[in-house]
């Protein structure tokens, strides 16, 4: 500021001046967003970078917290990458896997028809429309394990389902559903369905507010019928959204846990053992910290590789993808 | 109007299905202990001897029809909650809003957006070990600053990219009027700025609030005792003379469900936008 006000004084060209104070409040400004960023950055080495060393460093050791030693003398127990072949090896790891991603595979795919469905008559008019929209919504603000304990109740022996199903069939039904190896499977993919629906309602529905009304009455008036519309019309608009929804869901699907923790710990047996409760397990029931910290290694390297690739096909066409949802939104 | 009865009456069903398990459980909540468990033929909705005695159970830790008397009472979770799921918001949004307002106007970094996406996508659990060891080692283990301090950490990516949306929508201009008056870049974004998203700043820290309140993972994994949060402690719930506490713990859940149901309707028009972070507006 100093050297402005010299500079000033020396009366050089007012054009002079107004370029070196601009140069010093690019400076100023940019000082600023270094600052503010600061926090952000500090916080994230603090949760990633050291975090990330500490468990490569451990996952190629046998540490575990039984042995008494503080985790920075793990390299007493050096084995190099035998974690890694190990776990390549381990049958239960991969159950557990396939087991995940049939879990997503069934869960999200009904979620998603559920939800355009919900969304498509929504969208086509209901009386009542703002009411209906709340309770439609109510599953997803449902903290999740207690909504884990909700169908925990429902799926009881003496609980409302087997009650509902009695009336159907004549006859009492008394199915023991959280301890049979399949119906525990569907329990467990009801209750995703029923909390995570709204998710995909809430989001299609979104999408399908943004398509253009005039368009939709002209095809209407012109006897296109209602699947032409919608896949004519709405469908293309609503492409990018599709995509958001279903990958919100894919990814938190496939990180599953609270419910099936308290639904059914992963039983019988291991007939609902999701990967996070088999992580689970070989942390707290096994120890086995140091094997835990390999599998997780390549959990992230994987999802790494599986997000960079579909980053990188999403950025490569803006227009058609990413830019597309934003000036939609707008118009709504 | 015949197709809007059909729609409606298809929609009212379904509402009634979404219902349905949120009902039970409130039933359950206020049935008392004879009414946990009932012969299938017997079932129903609504409690035949309503009864207040689940939460004065939980509340106090003893109740009429319960033998046994709890040794902790759920004051204590429900703090814990309170206190951790505020302060881990708190971090969340100021560090959050600071780093968006940076990206956005300066261009610096913007490959900090991404790495925090990055935190969203991994599984908790396979990543937590280190996390632990690292609790561990600072004291930070069943305390509320350590539990607090890594609720920060894991919502920050929403509150990153929602308030980058916000600050990339409003134009550079009204600042720059406002330094050429004489602010400096800082006070042009506490005074001038800052004001203008408030709005988008609350409803930001109630969507934030709502993900810290229904954590349960890394609550189980960093608390053991004194900062349990109510999930925790409902599903631990359970004394050895009477077994599963059906009643009580729906008493919990419902406690526990309460707070992001209510606030969740009143940012329902918010949610497009924070579930999906800034990418779809509503």
């Keep these: 500021m100093s050297e402005v006000a010299s500079r000033r004084t020396t009366s050089i060209s007012v054009a ?16 600023l967003a270094k600052r503010l960023l600061a926090p952000t950055q500090l916080l994230l080495v603090f949760i990633v970078a050291f975090p990330l060393c500490m468990q490569i460093y451990i996952s190629m050791t046998w540490w575990t917290p039984l042995d008494g030693e503080p985790w920075y003398r793990a390299y007493r127990s050096w084995v190099w990458f035998l974690n890694y072949i190990d776990l390549f090896r381990d049958e239960a790891l ?49 903290v999740p394990a207690v909504a884990g304990y909700i169908f925990f109740l429902m799926f009881q022996q003496t609980g409302p389902v087997n009650a509902a ?28 369905v029923w909390q995570w629906t709204p998710l995909m309602f809430l989001i299609l529905y979104a999408g399908l507010m943004s398509v253009p009304d005039d368009q939709m009455r ?15 019309i709405a469908l293309p608009r609503i492409k990018a959204v599709i995509v958001i929804a279903i990958g919100l869901r894919v990814i938190e699907a ?30 707290f029931q096994d120890l086995e910290w140091s094997y835990v910290a390999a599998i997780g290694i390549t959990v992230l390297i994987v999802l790494s590789l599986i997000t960079g690739i579909i980053i990188a096909k999403t950025t490569a066409k803006p227009q058609a993808a990413t830019a597309e949802p934003v000036e939609q939104g707008r118009a709504v | 109007m015949n197709g809007l009865i059909i729609r409606t009456v298809a929609i009212a069903i379904v509402s009634c299905i979404a219902l349905l398990p949120i009902t039970w459980m409130i039933s359950m909540a206020f049935k ?8 299938a033929g017997e079932i129903s ?62 261009k610096i970094n913007e490959s900090i957006g991404l790495s925090l996406l990055q935190l969203r996508i991994f599984p908790p659990l396979a990543v937590m070990i280190p996390v632990m060891i690292m609790w561990a080692f600072l004291r930070m283990i069943d305390t509320w600053w350590g539990l607090a301090l890594i609720y920060g950490i894991v919502t920050l990516p929403f509150s990153f990219w929602l308030m980058k949306a916000y600050f990339d929508e409003l134009p550079r201009e009204i600042e720059e009027a406002a330094i050429v008056e004489g602010c400096t870049p800082f006070m042009a974004f506490r005074q001038i700025t800052l004001p203008i998203v408030a709005s988008a700043v609350a409803s930001t820290a109630l969507f934030i609030f709502i993900l810290n309140w229904s954590d349960y993972i890394i609550a189980l994994l960093l608390t053991r005792k004194d900062w349990t949060t109510i999930p925790v402690y409902m599903n631990a719930l359970a004394t050895a003379a009477s077994g599963q506490l059906y009643g009580a713990k729906a008493a919990l859940g419902l406690i526990a469900a309460i707070p992001p149901v209510v606030l969740g309707i009143s940012i329902q028009r918010f949610l497009v936008r924070g579930l999906t972070f800034g990418a779809l507006k509503q």
Excluded: H
């Design chain 1, 94 to 142: 991969w159950a557990a896997v396939w087991r995940t991603v049939l879990f997503v595979l069934i869960s999200v795919p009904l979620e998603f028809f559920l939800g355009l469905i919900f969304a498509t008559i929504f969208y086509e008019g209901v009386a009542g429309r703002p009411f209906f929209y709340s309770i439609l919504l109510m599953p997803m603000m449902i």
């Design chain 1, 16 to 31: 002079q001046d107004n370029v070196s104070a601009e140069a010093t409040l690019a400076g100023e400004r940019r000082s």
């Design chain 2, 45 to 106: 909705l609504i409690p035949k001897n309503p009864t207040l005695s689940n939460f004065v159970y939980v509340f106090t830790g003893n109740a009429p029809d319960q033998v046994v008397s709890l040794d902790r009472t759920v004051w204590g979770p429900l703090f814990a909650s309170l206190l951790t799921s505020v302060i881990g918001t708190l971090i969340a949004v100021v560090c959050g809003t600071a780093a968006a307002y940076a990206v956005s106007r300066e």
């Design chain 1, 218 to 232: 002209a095809a209407t008036i012109l006897g296109a019928n209602w699947w032409d519309r919608f896949r004519r």
């Design chain 2, 32 to 39: 008392p202990a004879a009414e946990w468990t009932t012969a």
């Design chain 1, 165 to 192: 199903i009695s009336i159907v069939y004549s006859g009492a039904l008394d199915w023991n559903w959280l301890n049979d190896v399949n119906r525990a499977f569907i329990a467990i993919i009801v209750a995703d």
């Design chain 1, 254 to 283: 496939f990180k599953i846990f609270d419910p099936i923790f308290i639904m059914t710990s992963g039983g019988p047996g291991v007939a609902t053992e999701s990967l996070s409760l088999y992580l689970y397990k070989r942390t």
